[in-house]
């Protein structure tokens, strides 16, 4: 929240924040900022503020978007095409390197089209030998629920080490695999319960 | 979290789970589920565990989970379809009852083959006449960035108070309505994180 934050203040030329700036462009207080960002250590300049490129470098470096990410989609259904279509990948550090589907046939004049370019669509056996190839870091998985731990034992195989879940099956993994879960459902839950607070 | 589990144990026609089964089920430890569950006035019983159906219910209650929620879907192109197709909402208390978008003619064609069934879009104008009709609670915004925030002024003009935004545009509403928003890249900054942290 922070990087994307400060990633708009320097979009805008400013050079310098202050902790109640920040605080209001997050939408949280300024006591929250000067607390979390002591915790990086941290501490703005008294009466001055926070310099805003040295504190979004020191945060990117923190969370790992100072370098680029390589991606594959496995999965070029709706989900899998809104994925590859997705401008604001372009904006940051993600980078879409390669895409996979079983429907070879089926599905690369379509997305082709919607892309407005030529897009290469490669059968999911060939992840392994094109992981290595084309160093890839995150395995997006949007097939069909049935498929997904089929699609995570591949990309297990290939060493992929960090994988985008957004089916709603439960995927294992062996240690030293990160799986972030993307269920519309949960997210959903999340809103229907703070709608169903706000009521009572 | 908790609630998903149960109603797995619930499919699977079990009555009673200890908390140690229900930790290793949600990738948690014991003392955190009795931890947990007891801030909701949950203790189960000793040497028994939890009576299935009963903390079910009173987890769905608490959530808002055991009523339905009406959705509306506004933007059918590729993330609007698969939401559309989206097929673990029919297992859930979300139901969709009406999907807009602007490009009628171009759209309804496409959507209905993909579905299966004649899907019926209507123009946003219509969207505080149809949120009264049909009772919508939530709208889901899956247009482009750009038209975030005009769709977001409609929905609050059709006195929607749940909203689900998937563009990564900070869309602004007045106090009373929920916002949930669900940026692909703050999720993969999340993953990148994970795996940046694990490399160290």
Request: glycine letters at 8%; proline letters at 2%.
């Amino acid at each position: 929240m922070y990087a994307r934050c400060l990633e708009e203040l320097e979009d805008r030329g400013e050079a310098v924040v202050s902790s109640a700036q920040l605080a209001s462009d997050c939408g949280v207080n300024a006591a929250q900022v000067r607390k979390d960002l002591a915790y990086f250590g941290e501490f703005g300049i008294r009466g001055v503020g926070y310099y805003i490129k040295d504190l979004s470098d020191d945060i990117k470096g923190i969370l790992g978007l100072n370098r680029e990410w390589r991606m594959a989609i496995i999965g070029v259904g709706n989900l899998g095409t809104s994925l590859l279509l997705y401008k604001d990948f372009l904006k940051k550090n993600y980078k879409i390197v390669a895409a996979f589907d079983v429907d070879l046939s089926g599905v690369v004049g379509k997305v082709s089209e919607k892309i407005g370019k030529p897009v290469e669509i490669l059968h999911p056996d060939r992840l392994k030998e094109v992981a290595k190839q084309r160093k890839i870091d995150i395995a997006i998985i949007a097939t069909p629920a049935s498929e997904a731990q089929n699609v995570t034992d591949k990309i297990v195989a290939a060493n992929i080490k960090g994988i985008l879940n957004f089916t709603p099956a439960q995927i294992k993994v062996p240690r030293g695999y990160t799986v972030k879960n993307v269920y519309f459902t949960t997210i959903l839950d999340n809103v229907a319960y703070l709608l169903q607070s706000k009521r009572k």
